[in-house]
């Protein structure tokens, strides 16, 4: 049976919560750890690619210093390089002359040296003259018509100097690996000199759509929808940062699955099929991974609304994740699992999605035992956060995750929550602001 | 003056908190006002890309729907089309008998018509019949030996039934101009059979460094350093879905800045330029400014710490920051002003960073009267989280914005937070956890 439109809102749960047909329904984050458990982290390739094209890519090795930033002592202020010594009791009261020897200028090697008693006038960021071990800063001399100048206040040796290696030492680890590249990170490595970066490859995911009322441009008339899931779920690849691989779609027919789901196994690291996930006799997804290798499904039925009927399994170490065929269901499963599994596989991290506190406008009902995730509309009126449950009542194809800013997540131990409640929405568009009711 | 490592760490504070030379300092959100209302919200001209490259690129007309979804009245669950008159006064102890007409598959046309006292089966998903207006599912229904249908619960109207049209009507808006297309979004426009979609251009946004001290490739022994901010910000401007145009690097040449500024003005929509923006002689971007046209600089100065000496113009309606040499000033000036001023220019939002709350573990010192962004490392321990800040004395060039995973940013009123204190961190990377101490 094809699941196009067949998962209930969770708000109906007209059936008995362990779910249409499953037996038993595994927590979500059990099910995640018994797919981790056995596609265990891999050493995944690398590739170098030029430093300005590897923003958000993960690092494939730890990262070294080949040398010592700053690459030479230099002035941390603007005013005169000395001998520390020299300072040695100078005040306002009582300044102290010393020799002006001339300057440095910035962006050139010093040639001057400093010598007991003398000065030399240095720019922030310019080189630190031989000799000098400080600097005054320019607001504590005052430079005199016979060539001299007053120090009027005291300096320690070091004082005003970026020390040589100071901020990175050369062959500290500068950035580890499994660091996803930020700006500031291309920026540090292209000062340190690299001019390209080994980097992890990037996962290729395919996805394959399932169901015989599926068909890429479906005459109105012919009783045929368009799909929903595969520009879904390929754009949501892209997102990750993965490279998506499009399977295509395949009639519920038993081979043909099997044929293209063979063929993703064999290109692609993750694979994502679509509908057919549920028990019904037309729903073979998981009969097809289970024929394709040991061991197979792992998990069937989780305990999460809506998405209920998602399925994971492995074939030749590559995981399989089996969404279900409703689009909402099929791209909240994607979100739950594929996200974390990537991470694992790519031994990296991903920021949270943002939260914010909202008032809810509506009463929210969540089943006990499962993980549901609310779509709604967070907006902000007078200086307060107010969420909207999203209607989600008939065939909500992707409406709901158009017209929702976030996700109120009802934990597995909530029944539900109360209208005026304060609770936390993960956001995945801002918030807007609510027009003024005339 | 060049400004490489010029700005003092704001805990120096060693001037006064007006800032060295500084008459005025601006609070961000005013400067920030100040160059919007100078730059007007343009009409961005829009390009059509095909809908599949769509992903993060702004929308650039409302989107109306063509045509109906679901584009027919469809089965929502299993079991058999009916007349829902025909049920009325079913119940498990008094079941009505209908004639069994046959079935609808899914993604066929419907044949069968049902009549009075018909019932034809239908899966989820499947058109409905001609004649019927309801389903009655499966669970309340018993198929006998004879080809009727045994109904053991009654049910209305429309019940089970996915109307056509009911998620989304034809000529209603789906997508709003200025919406950033998530996956969910490209799922939506391709079941409505949009193969391309009009979204605004990527704004240019050209980069510019200054400095005599800065070459691309400087010898050891030269006295000259790499640039750090042309490739912190090229990947910054990357990052934010615009397009980075590479201006080089001037020196501190009034004429050089000068030319480079100009070319970058006519070529790009918003423009970067590092260092030479504070106030003694040798800083002369300001000046370059005023000289390319009016209104010239709008802001030089602002109340936040690091990043004071940065300023904000206007040219031929042009937007020019002058960000600090500093590059941990640099980049933080561009979180600042440039991401807002690209919202702004394309009439859209973009989701807040992330907001954790962690125990400080050390003192935090902010500046009265300016926004102080204090770089953290936030841990998890034992279930908790912690924010440790980077030390930032000395020359840090980037170290600490890749060695911090997160802000703490003390706003103008706050003078400080306190150890043990709760504050919380905007990341920008996720949180590690911390390895247990042996």
Sequence with gaps: MAYLVSEPPASHHHNDVTGKGFKH?????EALEALMQE???????????PLLSALGRILGHDLMSPS???PFDRAAMDGFAVRAEDTYGASAGSPILLNSIGG???????TVSVRKGDAASVVTGGGMPQGANAVVMVEYTKQTRNGSVEVSGEVHPGENVSRIGEDVRKGTVVLKEGTRLLPQDIGMLSYLGFTEVSVKHRLKIAVLSTGNEIEEKPESTSGKVPDVNRPTLLSAVRELGCEPIDVGIAPDEFSEIQDKLRGAVAMSDIILVTAGTSVGPGDMVPRVIDSLGKPGMLVHGVAMRPSMPTGLGVVNGKPIVSLPGYPVSAYIAFLEFVPSLVNHLLGTNSLPRPVVKARLRRRVAGVLGSRTYVRVQVSESGGNLFADPVRTSGAG????LVQANGFLIVPEHVEGYEEGQTVEV???RPVEREQAAK
């Design 25 to 29: 329904l595994t927590p979500t984050n």
């Design 39 to 49: 596609v265990p982290r891999r050493v995944i390739e690398v590739e170098t690619v």
């Design 426 to 428: 993960e956001l995945f």
């Design 397 to 400: 194809i992707l409406s709901s």
């Design 104 to 110: 440095v200028g910035i962006g050139v090697v010093p």
């Design 68 to 70: 010592d930033i700053p």
